[in-house]
């Protein structure tokens, strides 16, 4: 029987199980110390102490994690999303024990692996990009942006989740902030290279997922858009994109299906863009699982964490030909621990209540339950509500009515937030920007006092 090392935690962890449990194969957690009875640990067969709860002493140590697969006698390694998920050393450690990683190969992180490479792997296969460039101090900075054209972002070339972004809209601005982007970078990445790129105000943010043989060959998945966006860090995601045209959609799936072949990439991933109008430019390549992975599942009715099993464990990974547009309009929410009535002020604790939706066209991703004491270590990612139905208004209905009949006690969450951008107009009618989240949150009485 297929033994598969789980890397991760929450509720991606506890994802990864189900879909070993679908697929008949035995699933081992690596869990720290604040993670040993979890949800995940509870349903796993057997669960491994990997280190302390701090990320840093666990699981963000690719050599714990092979250590623990060797020991559990895994054939697969499931990294999920996030810590190690796209450390190319994983891979590597990986290959030279034997053992499988559900994910692309080394060389495939390394050329993806920062914005930089990625940018330059997306201009060889002829995929849009924005006016961009790596940057070494300020001087080459202040060159850049004057070519570009200001406002400009700053960007941690080894970033990511929305970390290391700057908006720098004049030149006077320049100095203080490369100085600030490179120490975050330094801090959070371990490496302070930046770049410039140009900056989009009325964009949106809009993702394909794509899924690679290892050979050339892709299966597109369809589109997301991600553009309730708060601090770069994604709060709502829809499938497919609202009033996408056409021609935009054959743009966006084309260009993913170039990344794929120029790269030979095995696995589930993402190629992210941005859209202004007719123009899209690339942002970057996600080598792993999303977090919004759950919305394209219930569009098209796929399974896309065991099919990143199946391939792992030598089978085909048994996704069908799927057309550019799903037959359903499915959208998710990320239910975090946040306070937002106090900037978003993470708030861990015990939960003392979590009674999530049910109901036909519901789907609710979660780690939680009654009496679970919330880590103040990781992500604050609570759950991801997921509803599906014939058409978009449909839809923004459902979810309004699942977040209504939500309640998780102990910890503040940011539902008020969801439901706040549910019911504004402008959502309802499509199409927002990466920029729009302050016009419905914090609401016009509070945002005055």
């Not at 929305?162 to 600030?180: C, F, K, T, Y």
Request: aromatic content about 6%.
């Amino acid at each position: 029987m297929t033994r598969v090392l789980i890397g991760n935690r929450g509720e991606i962890a506890v994802r990864v199980v189900a879909a070993c449990r679908r697929l008949g194969f035995e699933a081992v957690l690596a869990a720290s110390e604040a993670d040993g009875d979890s949800l995940a640990a509870r349903l796993a067969d057997l669960t491994l102490v990997i280190g302390p709860a701090e990320p840093a002493l666990s699981y963000l140590r690719p050599e714990l994690l092979v250590q623990a697969a060797v020991h559990a006698g895994a054939d697969v390694l499931h990294p999920g999303y996030g810590f190690c998920s796209e450390k190319a050393e994983l891979g590597e450690m990986l290959e030279e024990a034997g053992i499988a990683f559900a994910g692309p190969r080394p060389g495939t992180l390394r050329a993806v692996g920062d914005k930089a490479t990625a940018r330059a792997v997306a201009v060889e296969a002829g995929v849009p990009v924005a006016p961009g460039a790596e940057v070494k101090d300020l001087s080459d900075a202040v060159e850049a942006a004057a070519a570009i054209g200001y406002p400009v972002l700053l960007k941690a070339v080894h970033g990511g989740g929305g970390r290391g972004i700057h908006l720098v809209e004049r030149e006077e601005d320049l100095p203080a902030s490369l100085e600030q982007a490179a120490a975050e970078a330094r801090a959070g990445f371990g490496d302070d290279a930046l770049y410039v790129e140009k900056f989009f105000g009325a964009a949106r943010h809009v993702e394909v997922q794509f899924f690679g043989d290892g050979e050339g060959a892709c299966v597109v998945v369809g589109d997301r858009d991600c553009s309730v966006q708060r601090r770069h860090q994604k709060l709502i995601e829809e499938c497919p994109a609202p009033g996408i045209a056409d021609s935009v959609r054959k743009v966006l799936h084309d260009s993913a299906r170039r990344l794929v072949t120029h790269l030979r990439y095995r696995g589930a991933g993402t190629a992210e863009f941005l859209v202004d109008g007719d123009e899209v430019v690339f942002l970057e390549v996600n080598a792993r699982i999303q977090v919004e992975h759950p919305v394209t599942e219930e569009a098209f009715g796929v399974d896309l964490v065991a099919a990143q099993l199946r391939q792992a464990a030598g089978l085909p990974h048994g996704l069908p030909a799927l057309p550019a547009v799903p037959p359903a309009h499915v959208i998710e929410c990320r239910i975090t621990a946040e306070d937002p009535h106090d900037d978003f002020r993470p708030s861990p604790g015990r939960v003392t209540r979590a009674d999530w939706p049910r109901g036909p066209g519901v789907r609710v991703d979660t780690h939680v339950f009654d009496g679970y004491v919330f880590p103040p270590y990781y992500d604050s990612l609570l759950a991801k509500i997921v509803v599906r139905a014939h058409n978009r208004d449909t839809a923004v209905d459902a979810m309004l009515a699942a977040l209504g009949t939500t309640r998780v006690e102990g910890v503040s969450t940011a539902v008020p937030v969801h439901r706040a951008v549910l019911a504004h107009p402008d959502f309802r009618r499509g199409g927002v920007t990466t920029e729009w989240l302050p016009t419905a949150w914090p609401p016009r009485e509070e945002s005055v006092s």
